[in-house]
């Protein structure tokens, strides 16, 4: 199972960006993705998740309508659109795979996932 996160990148405060997390045919059916960051000295935090069946999601409070998850099935991908960037969403990113298949809620847990993509740099400027 190999995930690719992508679409990090220099952004001013206020601006945008839309992350990828790409997989292979299949690696997402019946699981949770979900997006985790991480900043320099700090735990890594969630972000967002999305049940790729179905396509309900949850989202950190601090991210709550400005961030939007979401999944393309046929492209085997999610996304996260980041709007209204702040400094404080300065981060490596990193998509992951819920560790259990067909989950009944959300975990936002770092230690549920087991498969990692490598991170993706997002750096705000203020």
């Known amino acids: 199972v190999q995930l690719q996160a992508s679409g990090g990148g220099l952004v001013q405060t206020g601006g945008s960006l839309r992350l990828s997390c790409a997989a292979s045919?299949?690696?997402?059916?019946?699981?949770?993705i979900g997006w985790f960051r991480q900043a320099p000295g700090k735990d890594r935090e969630f972000v967002a998740a999305i049940r790729w069946n179905g396509g309900d999601a949850q989202y950190a409070d601090s991210v709550k309508d400005r961030f939007t998850i979401s999944r393309d099935i046929a492209k085997n991908t999610v996304y996260l659109q980041m709007n209204s960037l702040k400094p404080e969403d300065a981060a490596v990113y990193y998509c992951a795979r819920d560790r259990v298949a067909v989950r009944l809620t959300v975990i936002t847990l770092p230690r549920a996932y087991d498969y990692w993509g490598q991170g993706t740099q997002v750096t705000v400027s203020s």
């Open positions: 045919e299949r690696t997402f059916s019946n699981y949770v």
